[in-house]
């Protein structure tokens, strides 16, 4: 014999597959709102380390052209002025700016 659905069970059911949906949207409507990681300080230690600096055309080494915006470790969108950079995990860079790191987006 199968057991009878009761009506608050379907409701509990509902409500603890709604909570993880509920979490994922109100997560992607706070990131589009703007909320954005903190910059990496240049004179920090990994920022130093790759030789990082915001602006490319101050950078030593660096080929014309090349920014963290046409890097394939920028993970920012295309006309944004700063996004996140997988070498530093929680801070962002600047579109504009340039590291050592720095590899062709393919």
């Not at 409500?15 to 920090?44: C, E, K, T, Y």
């Amino acid at each position: 014999m199968s057991e009878p659905r009761s009506p608050a069970r379907r409701r509990l059911l509902r409500l603890v597959a709604a909570v993880p949906f509920a979490a994922l949207v109100s997560g992607r409507r706070s990131n589009a709102q703007g909320a954005s990681a903190p910059l990496i300080d240049p004179s920090s230690a990994p920022a130093r380390a790759v030789k990082y600096v915001e602006d490319a055309h101050q950078a030593q080494g660096a080929a014309a052209g090349s920014t963290c915006a046409n890097c394939a470790l920028y993970l920012g969108a295309a006309a944004a002025a700063r996004g996140p950079c997988q070498l530093f995990p929680g801070k962002e860079v600047k579109a504009a700016g340039w590291c050592t790191s720095w590899a062709p987006q393919m």
